[in-house]
Every structure is written in structure tokens, then in C-alpha cells.
């Protein structure tokens, strides 16, 4: 081999003047290549086309999806502002004030002081970009002084300002809910107390007409849940449920693959509990100032069995059945609220249960691990819930369908069953995956739409929660108290009103009845009352 | 630099390293520019190491993070382009060194840095960018474009 080779020389003889032939070859000779790639680019794009359509044809998803990108509905042209009483300010009742745009100061120092350290905190900025309601807090109720001040506090922030900012008019205190709903100055009411004083408030509230937003589960017994629906369907107040699980937005798009049938008969559906940490397991921490002077026990009983003055049983409250539904009106519902939102199955025909108290045996009465089937015989399906409060393994809501499978969380996936019928050919002709799955559904990416690029796959399965740009970030909370707020306003529908409120709590009830009795029970729906088997 | 003799067979091999490095940047821009909607928005936030505060920085900011995302995938698309057809011999491979650089940086192979978008292979400091980089400053050393490219022409049309 040669150790010089001229052609490769720019500095050749041959082209002291003129641009040789060679010149132009040596120069051009990669151009090509440069075709090549970009027919290769177009000839895959076009291949990727041709499978995307063919699929969506396959799914009748061509033309485009039913359900519209979930937006947030203007405030309806009612200027006045609606007056809102909370009863109960602890935990969940600040949460859903913070909601309606009342958040207690320290948040926002705190926020505030996080934001200094780390950009990525932008918790301030989104809390003060959430919509105004146009509520005022007018009254405030709680048995424990600590949280009727917290309350109190979080009631005059109307400015959403952190400790040093402007205040407004703090709201009346009550110490008695009965006092707060005679108050002529609330137009709502906000409930978020022990499970065991749902029904009686709910009642007393719409009997003065008063419309109520109630925390779940809706209550403790099957024969007050009709009590409460006579209640508010009697007084025509507008009554929601708190299961915000109803404003997320991947929730329309599974019930638009139900309704599109893609999932071919449905038999099983399996939902899971699992938490693994004290305050997963209602181990709440117990705040130093509980003693008998700061609480209003008796009233903290309310109709529950009587028992002495316990800081443990007033904090740690859902762990006894005395005031508590246990993990099937606590946790369960949150499960059984979505497979009601996107199937609408109702009240099961029929329960088993097994479980009990495997790990936290700290005088509780509620199990920490429990296993609830239900059926559903008119739809010909199991409900299977499965829970453990001892471990955090992730365990996603799965529908398990004849031609496949639909996992739903923030994000939502729907693969093919391998030996679906229906898509036998398309899983063939490597249309359809079965790998990986054939429709995804991610928060904040508007439309229902087929899988493009394995980074959307990965994404879309750890259901990573991030703002697009141009998205918005909302806490569902706020939107499910808006859509409240703005049915009272307008008569716009609320999405978890009294009859999704009734299903919830009997298909709690029967399970939890079911636990506890160690039975089969089956479900009368003529005398609105379980029965053993 | 266009001094350089290079035997036959050192010339097939440095025209075809150019040319596969060229064609890996250039699809990777490509496959950008025919995705709507593509953004540098995760792998930015998922950066690790020393840098990341600088990448998350970026990402966080919507109007910088469309710039980068414009720089990103025409640079990627230009630079390949530039090396396949050998043109703007040295501009080009300095561009495919300075974002080789940042997607290194933005993702070093640490011991203790899991990253959401998982490797195809197994790293430990050295990874494929690192490599490819320093495959780009090889061929910065070693040019090949005035003899096999574009830059030819261009050249002799400046000699004229």
C-alpha cells in the first residue's frame, strides 16, 4: 500500500486552476447519503402513519376522541358571593379550605422558603394562579381548639399571602355545627368530621337548607345512608361527595374506552390499597395541647358508644369502628368511586370479605389487611378489592376485559389480550402490540390518542404527573369543590351527587358488614337492607 | 490542517466514521423535527450530577426551553447534514462537540445517578456520548472534508 496517495491530496497537481472533475465526484460523493437518510426518515414516518392510522381504524378512534380535552369552566356570571360554613378544621377540613383559596399562612411560608433552595418549587405560584371561587368563609366549626384556631387563621387569608401579609374578616367560630347551620350568613356548608357524624350533619344541614359538600364515605350505616337521601333529596339542596377522583382527567377517557367497547366483556376488575407508614395507617400524630379542657369530648362521641376522654381515639379515630368505616369507607371507596365513574356499576348484588389485624395491633378494631370480592350479576362481574396497610408496593386499578386490559391511574394504558378474537388479525399484521400497550392516555396531553414513541410509553406508564408547556397544574380538590359551587350557582350537574354518594356508601357498608359478620351478604334492594346468605 | 495525506484505507475509514456520526445526528434531528410537540422538557429535568441545576434551570423556563428545543433539533439536523455532505468542516464538528458535551454532562454515567430514561447498554463514566464526542474531536484533528466533501469545492472555488 501506498503511504501517500495523491487523490486524496486537495493539493493535487492536477488542479492548480480549474475544477476538475475529480473535484466535483470527491466533493459530492457523500450527498447522497445524505439522501438516503432523509428518504429512510420519510419512508419510516410514513410506515409509522400507516400502523398509527391502521390502529386507530381498528379501535374506531380515527375520527378523533369523543372526549373533549378536560378544561376548567368559567366561573357561571353570578357575582355574589357564596357563603361558606366548614365544619370540622382538622387535617382534611384545612385541605379543602386551602382548596377554595383559604390556606393557612405558614403554607405559604413555607412554600416560600422551600422556593429560595430549590427553583423547581413552584407551589406558591400555582396556588396563587388557582381560580377565585368568590366564597367568603363566613363560619367556622370544631370541638378541639387547636383546629378551630387553625381554621380561624387559614378563614382571613383572603389574600393568600404567608404570615406577614394583608388579612381580611375572620370568620364567626362555633363550637356547636347546630349553631353554625341556624346562622342566617351561610348559603353552604363544607363537612369534614369523623365518619360517625356525617349522617346526623348532613341531615341537619340540608333540613335548614343549607347546600352540603360532605368528605366521604357518605356515612357509617346502611339504614342512615337513606335517612341522609331523603334529607337531601326532600329539601332539593345541592349536595356533592368528596371524591375528587371524579375531576381527573384520565377517568373520561377510560369511560370512553368502556363505551367504546375496547376492552370486549368485562368480567374482573381489581383494585388495591397499599401503604406502608403510621399515617397510612390512620396512626396520626397526637397534638400535645389534646386534653379534656381543649376538647369537647361528649360532643366528639356524638351518638358512638361512650368511652373516657382519649387524645389516641380522638386523633387516631378511623382506626375503631365506633366512628370509622375502616379501609372499606376510607380507602376502598376511593377505588370503588372510579370503577362507578367509568363503568357505572352501582350496588353490588353480593359481598365476601376475609382479612384482619396482621400488623398494627394497637388496640385498633378496623383490619389493616382485608380482601373484598363483590358481584355484580346483571354485569356479569367480580369486583375483587385487595388492601394492605403493611406494605407500599404500587398496585394499579386493572379492568380485565375478553379482547383486554385497561390500567388506570393519573395515566391510563389499555393493552390487547394476546388471544383476543377481535384483534386476532390486527396483533398479526404487528398493527396492534401486545407488549406494550396499544392506547395511552397522559395527563396534560390533551387528546386519547395511540402510542408514538417508547419515551411516551415510559412516561405514560409511571404515570409521571408533569406540566406541558402551555398545561396547567390543579388540584383536584378545587375542582371538585367548583363544580359544587358552581351548581348551587347555576344548576350545572355535580358529578358525585347523591346517588353516586348512596352507591359508595352501601357497596362500603356491605363489605365492611361482610368482614365483621364473617358472611356472605347479598343485597335487597327492594327493602334497601343487606342479608345474609 | 490541509497537509494531511492519508493512505486509502485511512481515508475510507475516517470519510466512513464522519459519515455514520454525521447520519446518527442527523436522524436524531430529523425524528425531532417529524414528532410535534417533541421537547427536551424530561430528559432536561432528569438531569443528574454536577450540571443538573444548570439543565433543570433551563427546562424550567418555558422561553428558554423553546430555544433550546429549536437549537437542539436543527443543530442536531444541520451539524449531521454539514458532516454527511462535508461542509463547514470544523464549524460543524465544533457544534457536534458542544452538544455531545452537554448531553454528557446533562446525563453523566455516575455510580449513583438513576436516570427515568434507561440506558440501552451498561455505563460507568464513559458512555456513548462521551465516545462519539471524542470520535467528533478525532475527526476535528483528522478532517477529511477537503479532500472527500463539499468543502473541496469550496475551497477550490476560494483558490480561483
Keep these: ?533 | 490542517m490541509s497537509k494531511n495525506n492519508y493512505s486509502a484505507v485511512q481515508m475510507v475509514f475516517l470519510v466512513a466514521l464522519r459519515i455514520s456520526i454525521g447520519w446518527h445526528l442527523m436522524y436524531e434531528g430529523i425524528t425531532k423535527v417529524l414528532q410535534p410537540g417533541w421537547s427536551s422538557y424530561g430528559y432536561l429535568m432528569d438531569s443528574k450530577g454536577w450540571f443538573s441545576g444548570f439543565f433543570i434551570n433551563m427546562a424550567s423556563n418555558p422561553n428558554l426551553l423553546s430555544i433550546v428545543d429549536f437549537l437542539n433539533v436543527w443543530g442536531l439536523t444541520l451539524v449531521g447534514f454539514a458532516m454527511i455532505v462535508g461542509i463547514f468542516s470544523r464549524l460543524a464538528k465544533i457544534g457536534a462537540m458542544i452538544m455531545l458535551l452537554f448531553y454528557f454532562v446533562a446525563h453523566p454515567p455516575l455510580m449513583m445517578a438513576d436516570y427515568l430514561f434507561p440506558g440501552e447498554g451498561s455505563y460507568l463514566w464513559v458512555n456513548k456520548n462521551l465516545i462519539e464526542l471524542l470520535a467528533v474531536a478525532v475527526l476535528y484533528f483528522f478532517p477529511t472534508e477537503h479532500i472527500v466533501g463539499i468543502d473541496r469545492l469550496i475551497k477550490q472555488f476560494r483558490k480561483k
Excluded at chain 1, 233 to 246: A, D, P, S, T
Excluded at chain 1, 329 to 341: A, K, M, P, R, S
Excluded at chain 1, 399 to 413: I, R
Aim: charged share 25%; hydrophobic share 35%.
Design chain 1, 1 to 533: 500500500m501506498e503511504t501517500t496517495d495523491n487523490n486524496n491530496n486537495i493539493n493535487s497537481e492536477n488542479t492548480p486552476r480549474g475544477i476538475g472533475r475529480r473535484d466535483v465526484l470527491k466533493s459530492l460523493i457523500t450527498l447522497p447519503v445524505a439522501g438516503a437518510l432523509v428518504y429512510g426518515a420519510f419512508r419510516k414516518k410514513q410506515l409509522e402513519h400507516y400502523k398509527h392510522n391502521e390502529l386507530l381504524k381498528t379501535l374506531s378512534l380515527d375520527k378523533g376522541s369523543e372526549t373533549p380535552a378536560a378544561y376548567i369552566n368559567e366561573t357561571p356570571g353570578d357575582s355574589t358571593t357564596l357563603r361558606v360554613g366548614v365544619i370540622g378544621t382538622g387535617g382534611r377540613g384545612l385541605y379543602l379550605m386551602r382548596s377554595m383559596g383559604f390556606i393557612q399562612p405558614k403554607w405559604i411560608d413555607e412554600w416560600t422558603e422551600s422556593a429560595k433552595t430549590n427553583k423547581q418549587d413552584n407551589r406558591v405560584e400555582i396556588y396563587r394562579q388557582m381560580d377565585n371561587l368568590n366564597v367568603e368563609i363566613t363560619a367556622i366549626c370544631d370541638i378541639f381548639t387547636v383546629h378551630r384556631d387553625a381554621g380561624l387563621e387559614a378563614s382571613t387569608n383572603i389574600h393568600r399571602e404567608g404570615s406577614n401579609g394583608q388579612k381580611g374578616k375572620p370568620a364567626r367560630v362555633y363550637k356547636n355545627y347546630k349553631e353554625l347551620l341556624a346562622a342566617d350568613d351561610i348559603d353552604a356548608v363544607v363537612i369534614a368530621t369523623p365518619d360517625h357524624w356525617h349522617a346526623q350533619m348532613v341531615i341537619d344541614a340540608a333540613n335548614a337548607g343549607k347546600h352540603v359538600y360532605v368528605e366521604k364515605p357518605l356515612s357509617l350505616t346502611v339504614a342512615e345512608t337513606y335517612e341522609i337521601e331523603k334529607a337531601v333529596k326532600e329539601n332539593n339542596i345541592v349536595f356533592q361527595l368528596g371524591h375528587q377522583n371524579r375531576q381527573i382527567e384520565s377517568h373520561e377517557k377510560a369511560k370512553e374506552v368502556i363505551r367504546k367497547n375496547l376492552l370486549g366483556k368485562i368480567t374482573l376488575v381489581e383494585t388495591f390499597t397499599n401503604r406502608n407508614s403510621p399515617s397510612g395507617a390512620w396512626v396520626y400524630d397526637i397534638h400535645p395541647d389534646t386534653n379534656p379542657q381543649n376538647v369537647d369530648w361528649q360532643q366528639f362521641l356524638g351518638t358512638a358508644p361512650d368511652h373516657p376522654f382519649s387524645a389516641e381515639r380522638f386523633h387516631r379515630w378511623r382506626c375503631w369502628w365506633d366512628y370509622s368505616t375502616g379501609l372499606t369507607g376510607d380507602l376502598f371507596t376511593h377505588e370503588y368511586d372510579v370503577i362507578n365513574q367509568v363503568m357505572n356499576v352501582g350496588i353490588p348484588d353480593a359481598a365476601t370479605a376475609s382479612g384482619g389485624i396482621y400488623y398494627f395491633k394497637d388496640g385498633r378494631t378496623v383490619p389493616d389487611v382485608l380482601h373484598v370480592s363483590y358481584e355484580f350479576q346483571k354485569l356479569d362481574l367480580n369486583l375483587l378489592y385487595s388492601a394492605t396497610l403493611a406494605n407500599s408496593q404500587h398496585r394499579a386499578k386493572t379492568f380485565f376485559g375478553s379482547d383486554g386490559y385497561m390500567v388506570l391511574d393519573n395515566s391510563l394504558m389499555v393493552y390487547a389480550d394476546r388471544e383476543s378474537n377481535r384483534y386476532r388479525e390486527a396483533i398479526q399484521d404487528g398493527v396492534i402490540p401486545t407488549d406494550s400497550p396499544m392506547i395511552t392516555h397522559v395527563p396534560g396531553k390533551g387528546g386519547i390518542d395511540a402510542i408514538s414513541s417508547p419515551t411516551e410509553q415510559y412516561f405514560a406508564q409511571r404515570g409521571l404527573l408533569y406540566t406541558y408547556r402551555g398545561g396547567k397544574q390543579v388540584d383536584t380538590a378545587h375542582l371538585h369543590i367548583k363544580e359544587w359551587i358552581d351548581s348551587i350557582r347555576n344548576g350545572t350537574p355535580v358529578s358525585c351527587g347523591i346517588k353516586e354518594a348512596v352507591d359508595e356508601a352501601i357497596t362500603a357498608h356491605m363489605g365492611t358488614i361482610a368482614y365483621r359478620n364473617n358472611k356472605k351478604v347479598f343485597w335487597d334492594n327492594n327493602k334497601k337492607d343487606v342479608e345474609f346468605g
